[in-house]
């Protein structure tokens, strides 16, 4: 696995080269854009207008539009130049407890992975933040973003977890009134989602609709026709309560 980002977590005189790996990978199916008639791949090419060709990635440089048709120009040394020491480590600006961060600020997760040498330090750093049940909060200059990071100790490792910042939430789209719950409606519905708990484990869940994608596809390589996986009609309960109290009358009898 190629790391993302090299950095080192610092504070005062506390310097630990570190590598960013990604956790995740894409196991999604992916299509190519093909040519209607003749099924020949699409192909995009970079074109410029005033020179009236084609331009390879050596011809193309950054360019920030200032006023509408005029841009200024800047080279990726000249990113790099404006970066301190600082920037380029995973500078850390505090602690907090996990639970004082909303989810909704989470953006995505790497392994916190050490340099050669620096195994002890790292190891130091997630068992003094796993027994104090706490977080780290660092900051640190990925490409052209400055990045907000958590730190987060695991039984395994470390975890850099990206955060947005405030102003990158959106507000909730819709305003209204909390309506008053009555009572028993709510004790039902506690009790439907009670007959739902159980341990959760993370291997017993997978991206079924892949799975049927994929199985599509093999069809259709073997030249069969793909048929509706799904053709039951539409519930006709409506009502809330009733979808609940139907519900876990399936669930007890053992039909759902």
């Given at each position: 696995?190629?790391?993302?980002?090299?950095?080192?977590?610092?504070?005062?005189?506390?310097?630990?080269?570190?590598?960013?790996?990604?956790?995740?990978?894409?196991?999604?199916?992916?299509?190519?854009?093909?040519?209607?008639?003749?099924?020949?791949?699409?192909?995009?090419?970079?074109?410029?207008?005033?020179c009236?060709?084609?331009?390879?990635?050596?011809?193309?440089?950054?360019?920030?539009?200032f006023?509408?048709?005029?841009?200024?120009?800047?080279?990726?040394?000249?990113?790099?130049?404006i970066?301190?020491?600082?920037?380029?480590?995973?500078h850390?600006?505090?602690?907090?407890?996990?639970?004082?961060?909303?989810?909704?600020?989470?953006?995505?997760?790497?392994?916190?992975?050490?340099?050669?040498?620096?195994?002890?330090?790292?190891e130091?750093?997630?068992?003094a933040?796993?027994?104090?049940?706490?977080?780290?909060?660092?900051?640190?200059?990925?490409?052209?973003?400055?990045?907000?990071?958590?730190?987060y100790?695991?039984?395994?490792?470390?975890?850099?977890?990206?955060?947005?910042?405030?102003?990158?939430?959106?507000?909730?789209p819709?305003?209204?009134?909390?309506?008053?719950?009555?009572?028993?409606?709510?004790?039902?519905?506690?009790?439907?989602?009670?007959?739902?708990?159980?341990p959760?484990?993370?291997?017993?869940?997978?991206?079924?609709y892949?799975?049927?994608?994929?199985?599509?596809?093999?069809k259709?390589?073997?030249?069969?026709?793909?048929?509706?996986?799904?053709?039951s009609?539409?519930?006709?309960?409506?009502?809330?309560?009733?979808?609940?109290?139907?519900?876990?009358?399936?669930k007890?009898?053992?039909?759902?």
């Open positions: 696995m190629a790391v993302a980002h090299k950095s080192a977590i610092s504070y005062g005189f506390l310097y630990v080269p570190v590598g960013l790996y990604k956790t995740t990978r894409d196991i999604s199916v992916n299509f190519n854009q093909l040519c209607k008639d003749t099924h020949e791949r699409i192909k995009y090419k970079k074109y410029c207008p005033s009236n060709k084609e331009v390879t990635n050596d011809d193309i440089v950054k360019g920030y539009e006023q509408k048709g005029r841009y200024v120009t800047i080279t990726n040394d000249e990113i790099e130049m970066k301190t020491k600082k920037d380029k480590t995973l850390l600006e505090g602690c907090a407890k996990m639970s004082d961060i909303d989810q909704i600020y989470f953006d995505r997760n790497y392994y916190v992975v050490p340099e050669p040498g620096a195994e002890q330090s790292v130091l750093i997630r068992q933040l796993l027994n104090l049940k706490i977080v780290a909060i660092a900051k640190t200059v990925i490409n052209v973003n400055e990045e907000l990071v958590v730190l100790p695991t039984k395994n490792g470390l975890l850099a977890k990206i955060l947005y910042y405030q102003e990158e939430i959106q507000s909730i819709v305003t209204s009134i909390k309506p008053t719950i009555d009572k028993q409606q709510l004790e039902m519905t506690k009790t439907l989602f009670k007959t739902m708990i159980k959760f484990d993370i291997s017993a869940y997978h991206d079924e892949q799975e049927r994608l994929k199985d599509a596809i093999e259709k390589i073997e030249g069969k026709q793909i048929v509706s996986a799904d053709n009609g539409p519930s006709n309960i409506i009502n809330f309560m009733d979808a609940v109290q139907k519900t876990l009358e399936t007890i009898s053992g039909t759902a």
